[in-house]
């Protein structure tokens, strides 16, 4: 013992505190998270000597001033992007405002309001057409030439405002900027590179919309508004523009329509049919909702409708107590066209019959000159004895709906055999579980069945449009926290009975007011598919996968 050296307390101590701190959870955390702080040092340490560094404080400096010169453009251009201008009997207000998605609006109060898909980049253009100049208006309709003459100048008064709107706001969104970095930054070197800044920031916002500017958007405008004046504001499927020219028509149409209604205070002046137009009304599924019938009248008056195609399931239960619902088919006062849905009996079919109803059961019948094939659903399911297949698989498939549209195929062929002048030109099913079959037999397959609007093309020429509840789903209607529309559509069809276009109207659910309209040019592909490749928010969904039935 004298030999060895006496222990250092210090020593001992440090030993056994190193010994405690390695043997708790705790310090094996700390060890573990001592690299990550020291790189994170490390990486700040770099950062800020980056930041710091002659480059560095360059880059931010200007990407400072770009910020301070965006907010002080678009504050410009919302205080100074907007102006009056006289057209016709309005004094418009003009207004461009900044925004992601560009596009045009033309409020027309009130009546409702037109959208356009018209070009993209940040800036928006607001067409109001709401104040009334009396006196402009008494003078105009005063004098018998005097509307005429008004909407003549009307698209040349129009793009001179729109003209001296975009210098006026580029002038406020320039302004806008400089000032903005004067009072930030307060040196006049800054404020200099900020004009640089402003103007190319603005050559830039005006040559994208330049370049994106699509004058066909007029050809499918979303329609937003009071149901009785969408036709009004649309217009006749027939005079559709096809190119710039008569986009600058059909802008002063429009005009002239509203300068009528306004000056004069009588009925809209709604288009007559061009001449060969047919126009068809697609509903479906109504599901005893009275309020429905409301709206298929209005649609049929104000539309000028020549017929009215249902594709099924009016009813509920099927029952006799159901006939005084049906007995509303007598006031459309068009000719009506019917296949059973499966909420639809033998018996409601017997009832629609009598009420004048076209009802096609696996049969062909010419209507108006279209020539419409149709079958009934061959399930009725209120009974529940011919369940669909089980809902929750991947792909729902009833084999008996595809066996009904088998049949109808075959009524089609033989039909085509024996009339080959004037073959079918519409086919009617309930769900669209019964189209495939019909690829290849008939331009279009019209269905309903899903309580929701698709579209889709069947190949071989054909395409199906399904149509959604005219009904708003009936009491189904209620269970969403969203309610079920009120879904129909207006099909245009032109002498060679092909469809040309069509209007889809969304009456909003249950407790809601609100209609709105969206038309579809069809080219040469699929409904709804513009000629052009500008398509300005197409309402209508496509898909591929077979249809979940509805019980």
Same mark, same amino acid.
Request: proline letters at 7%; charged letters at 20%; one cysteine or more.
């Given at each position: 013992?004298?030999?060895?050296?006496?222990?250092?307390?210090?020593?001992?101590?440090?030993?056994?505190?190193?010994?405690?701190?390695?043997?708790?959870?705790?310090?094996?955390? #700390?060890?573990?998270?001592?690299?990550?702080?020291?790189?994170?040092?490390?990486? $700040?340490?770099?950062?800020?000597?980056?930041?710091? +560094?002659?480059?560095?404080?360059?880059?931010?400096?200007?990407?400072?001033?770009?910020?301070?010169? !965006?907010?002080?453009?678009?504050?410009?251009?919302?205080?100074?992007? %907007?102006?009056?201008?006289?057209?016709?009997?309005?004094?418009?207000?003009?207004?461009?405002?900044?925004?992601?998605?560009?596009?045009?609006?033309? %409020?027309?109060?009130?009546?409702?309001?037109?959208?356009?898909?018209?070009?993209?980049?940040?800036?928006?253009?607001?067409?109001? !057409?709401?104040?009334?100049?009396?006196?402009?208006?008494?003078?105009?309709?005063?004098?018998?030439?005097?509307?005429?003459?008004?909407?003549?100048?009307?698209?040349?008064? !129009?793009?001179?405002?729109?003209?001296?709107?975009?210098?006026?706001?580029?002038?406020?969104?320039?302004?806008?900027?400089?000032?903005?970095?004067?009072?930030?930054?307060?040196?006049?070197?800054?404020?200099?590179?900020?004009?640089?800044?402003?103007?190319?920031?603005?050559?830039?916002?005006?040559?994208?919309?330049?370049?994106?500017?699509?004058?066909?958007?007029?050809?499918?405008?979303?329609?937003?508004?009071?149901?009785?004046?969408?036709?009004? #504001?649309?217009?006749?499927?027939?005079?559709?523009?096809?190119?710039?020219?008569?986009?600058?028509?059909?802008?002063?149409?429009?005009?002239?329509?509203?300068?009528?209604?306004?000056?004069? #205070?009588?009925?809209?002046?709604?288009?007559?049919?061009?001449?060969?137009?047919?126009?068809?009304?697609?509903?479906?599924?109504?599901?005893?909702?009275?309020?429905?019938?409301?709206?298929?009248?209005?649609?049929?008056?104000?539309?000028?409708?020549?017929?009215?195609?249902?594709?099924?399931?009016?009813?509920?239960?099927?029952?006799?107590?159901?006939?005084?619902?049906?007995?509303?088919?007598?006031?459309?006062?068009?000719?009506?066209?019917?296949?059973?849905?499966?909420?639809?009996?033998?018996?409601?079919?017997?009832?629609?019959?009598?009420?004048?109803?076209?009802?096609?059961?696996?049969?062909?019948?010419?209507?108006?000159?279209?020539?419409?094939?149709?079958?009934?659903?061959?399930?009725?399911?209120?009974?529940?004895?011919?369940?669909?297949?089980?809902?929750?698989?991947?792909?729902?498939?009833?084999?008996?709906?595809?066996?009904?549209?088998?049949?109808?195929?075959?009524?089609?062929?033989?039909?085509?055999?024996?009339?080959?002048?004037?073959?079918?030109?519409?086919?009617?099913?309930?769900?669209?579980? $019964?189209?495939?079959?019909?690829?290849?037999?008939?331009?279009?397959?019209?269905?309903?069945?899903?309580?929701?609007?698709?579209?889709?093309? !069947?190949?071989?020429?054909?395409?199906?449009?399904?149509?959604? +509840?005219?009904?708003?789903?009936?009491?189904?209607?209620?269970?969403?926290?969203?309610?079920?529309?009120?879904?129909? +559509?207006?099909?245009?069809?032109?002498?060679?009975?092909?469809?040309? $276009?069509?209007?889809?109207?969304?009456?909003?659910?249950?407790?809601?007011?609100?209609?709105?309209?969206?038309?579809?040019?069809?080219?040469?592909? $699929?409904?709804?598919?513009?000629?052009?490749?500008?398509?300005?928010?197409?309402?209508?969904?496509?898909?591929?996968?077979?249809?979940?039935?509805?019980?």
């Amino acid at each position: 013992m004298g030999a060895g050296r006496a222990a250092d307390p210090t020593e001992l101590f440090s030993v056994t505190s190193d010994q405690e701190r390695t043997s708790t959870p705790a310090a094996g955390v #700390v060890e573990a998270v001592r690299p990550v702080a020291r790189g994170l040092r490390t990486g $700040a340490g770099r950062v800020r000597a980056a930041l710091t +560094s002659r480059p560095g404080r360059v880059t931010c400096r200007y990407l400072l001033m770009l910020v301070v010169t !965006l907010i002080g453009m678009a504050g410009g251009l919302l205080l100074g992007g %907007q102006r009056s201008a006289a057209v016709g009997p309005f004094q418009a207000h003009l207004a461009i405002t900044p925004s992601l998605v560009g596009d045009t609006q033309v %409020q027309i109060p009130p009546l409702g309001s037109l959208s356009l898909d018209s070009h993209d980049g940040p800036l928006h253009l607001t067409i109001n !057409l709401g104040s009334l100049d009396r006196k402009r208006a008494e003078a105009l309709v005063s004098d018998p030439n005097g509307i005429a003459a008004a909407s003549q100048h009307a698209i040349g008064d !129009l793009k001179h405002g729109i003209e001296m709107l975009a210098i006026q706001a580029g002038a406020s969104a320039l302004l806008g900027g400089l000032l903005l970095n004067a009072l930030v930054f307060r040196r006049w070197r800054r404020t200099a590179i900020a004009a640089g800044m402003s103007v190319l920031l603005l050559a830039g916002a005006g040559a994208w919309t330049a370049a994106s500017f699509r004058p066909q958007s007029i050809e499918e405008p979303r329609y937003d508004g009071l149901l009785t004046m969408a036709p009004a #504001v649309v217009g006749d499927a027939r005079s559709i523009v096809t190119n710039y020219g008569q986009y600058s028509k059909e802008l002063q149409r429009l005009v002239d329509n509203v300068a009528k209604l306004y000056g004069t #205070v009588s009925n809209l002046p709604v288009y007559e049919p061009s001449e060969g137009t047919t126009r068809v009304l697609h509903i479906s599924d109504m599901h005893l909702n009275p309020a429905a019938w409301g709206v298929v009248e209005t649609v049929v008056k104000q539309y000028n409708i020549d017929l009215v195609v249902d594709t099924g399931d009016m009813v509920d239960w099927g029952s006799k107590q159901e006939d005084a619902y049906i007995s509303n088919i007598k006031n459309i006062r068009v000719p009506y066209v019917y296949v059973r849905g499966n909420h639809d009996s033998a018996a409601t079919a017997a009832a629609v019959h009598k009420q004048g109803a076209i009802v096609l059961e696996n049969q062909v019948r010419a209507v108006d000159g279209i020539t419409f094939a149709g079958i009934g659903d061959p399930r009725f399911t209120p009974d529940k004895e011919t369940e669909p297949a089980n809902p929750n698989d991947p792909e729902p498939k009833d084999v008996t709906v595809e066996d009904s549209g088998k049949q109808l195929a075959g009524t089609i062929q033989g039909y085509d055999k024996d009339h080959v002048a004037a073959p079918v030109n519409v086919a009617l099913v309930h769900d669209p579980g $019964a189209a495939p079959p019909l690829a290849g037999n008939v331009p279009l397959v019209l269905a309903g069945h899903l309580h929701h609007r698709e579209n889709r093309d !069947l190949g071989s020429g054909t395409q199906l449009m399904v149509e959604g +509840s005219t009904g708003a789903a009936g009491l189904r209607g209620l269970e969403p926290k969203t309610p079920t529309p009120m879904e129909l +559509s207006v099909l245009y069809f032109d002498s060679q009975h092909a469809l040309k $276009a069509y209007d889809e109207i969304s009456v909003g659910g249950t407790g809601r007011s609100e209609v709105t309209l969206q038309r579809h040019i069809v080219g040469d592909g $699929a409904p709804g598919e513009s000629p052009s490749p500008s398509g300005s928010g197409s309402g209508s969904r496509s898909g591929s996968s077979s249809p979940t039935p509805r019980r």
